[in-house]
């Protein structure tokens, strides 16, 4: 199916995906309770006696009696002064940096990974947000930090927090993605968990006021096609950005998920670029320039490209093509045969998800998987499949479809129209997940 500069022609391989004829679902409980019913009465088959037919529990008559937990006989904890929730000791396992998995190296330039598959639903929690920063994270007071506007504007503009929270707000839920993301895993099984291999992933609800209206005030020149964003940290983060894309979507965001920004995501002002590669998203926002031309910081120039098969190195690669993975069974785990919800999650920053499909055959099949609302524009979205595991060796993926039409590529075929050497970005090739006889679920990129 043809896309824009993507160009992945021939990628529709099998009769569920006939151009333009994406399956219109059954309606939504009846799907519901006859994939449930289905997936609770094999579960009971395959998983034996101990099952009673309809439920995964135990028969009760086999179990023992419901005895009063330590929980119920005295008083719990009564809430702390000055509280600040944080969640149960129990779900320590639940890091966005694993000490165990990544030493903690603490450099200036360094990054951290959503744990994708600790993620239920499609909002990454705030202590959980994955962070890039190439110079740390600076400590910034919102009563004296501002925001100026200047360059090829009729009237330049500063203002401080106050001023734009005065602003009437808009929330929206959007993912962000580092153009880097994966960038360790295309040619071979370099990462364990999904964490590792597609953590620089998050989604949240952001805040804030479209930059469109404060470049009206400040009025554009005529001739003004690119913005100057340039951060406050001491990596002096500076992107440019066209300006028909600032103006179409972009945001001056101050809160995600409820509550103000969280430093290291920017505090107090960052932009965010919605479907665009997390690093023109630039954080601890101080400063917009208007101009006529794309300003060249070194690093800069190093980000927007992708290589060609020829050679030649395309410009300017903003989007995050669509894309999707399973994030359970997912590398690292260790399943029983039986009955097995498979879930991931399916993106793109060109539109909405309209399709997701699953293979456990290695690809040989495809079958679509159910999404889960809310669908939204260049936003996570859930999948899940009911699978009846056999016992047999067998490798798992998804392929997700967005509203342009384009259908994620296998890595091979985004082979033909992109080079795949050294650090490559950008890398949206479907992800293959391998279970072993024993259950072992293994990264199976070959
Ligand atoms: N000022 C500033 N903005 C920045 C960066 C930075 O180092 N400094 N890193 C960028 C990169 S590469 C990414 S992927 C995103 C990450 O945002 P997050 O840390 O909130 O996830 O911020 C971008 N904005
Ligand atoms: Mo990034």
């Known amino acids: 199916m043809p896309t824009k500069k993507g160009a992945l022609p021939g990628i529709v391989v099998d009769k569920l995906r006939v151009p333009g004829s994406i399956a219109v679902p059954l309606g939504e409980e009846q799907v519901e309770n006859a994939s449930r019913r289905n997936f609770l009465r094999r579960g009971s088959t395959i998983a034996g006696s101990a099952i009673a037919a309809g439920t995964a529990g135990i028969s009760m008559s086999q179990a023992a009696p419901l005895a009063i937990p330590e929980s119920n006989k005295g008083y719990g904890k009564p809430i702390p002064a000055d509280d600040y929730g944080v969640p149960s000791k129990f779900e320590s396992n639940v890091r966005r940096r694993r000490t165990d998995v990544l030493k903690n190296r603490q450099n200036f330039s360094d990054w951290s990974m959503t744990p994708l598959q ?18 740390g994270t600076p400590d910034i007071d919102p009563k004296t930090h501002k925001l100026v506007i200047h360059g090829m504007v009729k009237q330049p503009l500063e203002f401080t927090m106050d001023d734009l929270m005065r602003y009437p707000s808009v929330s929206k839920f959007h993912f962000m993605e580092c153009s880097g993301n994966g960038l360790t895993d295309w040619l071979k099984a370099a990462s364990t968990t999904v964490q590792q291999t597609h953590g620089l992933l998050s989604c949240a609800q952001w805040t804030g006021i479209p930059v469109s209206w404060l470049l009206d005030e400040a009025g554009l020149a005529s001739d003004a096609k690119w913005l100057l964003f340039e951060g406050a940290d001491g990596a002096g983060h500076v992107r440019s950005m066209p300006l028909k894309k600032v103006l179409d979507d972009c ?5 995600q998920n409820g509550e103000m920004l969280r430093p290291e995501q920017g505090y107090p002002l960052r932009l965010f670029v919605p479907g665009w590669e997390g690093n023109v998203s630039v954080k601890w926002l101080r400063r917009i320039k208007v101009g006529d031309q794309p300003w060249h910081a070194r690093s800069e120039t190093a980000r927007y490209t992708d290589p060609m098969p020829d050679g030649k190195w395309r410009q300017f690669s903003f989007e995050m093509e669509c894309k999707s993975v399973i994030t359970r069974p997912s590398g690292g785990m260790n399943i029983k045969p039986g009955a097995h919800e498979i879930q991931g999650f399916a993106w793109s920053g060109n539109g909405k998800i309209t399709a997701v499909d699953v293979t456990t055959d290695g690809g040989k099949t495809w079958q679509e998987a159910r999404l889960e609302e809310p669908v939204l524009n260049k936003c996570l979205t859930r999948f899940r499949f009911p699978w009846d595991w056999n016992g047999g060796p067998a490798n798992i993926a998804s392929r997700a479809v967005d509203s342009t039409g384009y259908v994620q590529p296998t890595v091979q075929e985004l082979a033909k129209v992109r080079a795949i050497v050294g650090f490559v970005q950008h890398h949206n090739g479907v992800f293959p997940w391998s279970v072993s006889a024993s259950g072992e679920v293994k990264n199976a990129i070959a």
């Open 251 to 255: 945001l001056l965001v101050y809160a």
């Open 118 to 135: 600790h993620q239920h639903g499609i909002v990454t929690p705030n202590g959980l947000i994955y962070e890039r920063h190439h110079n």
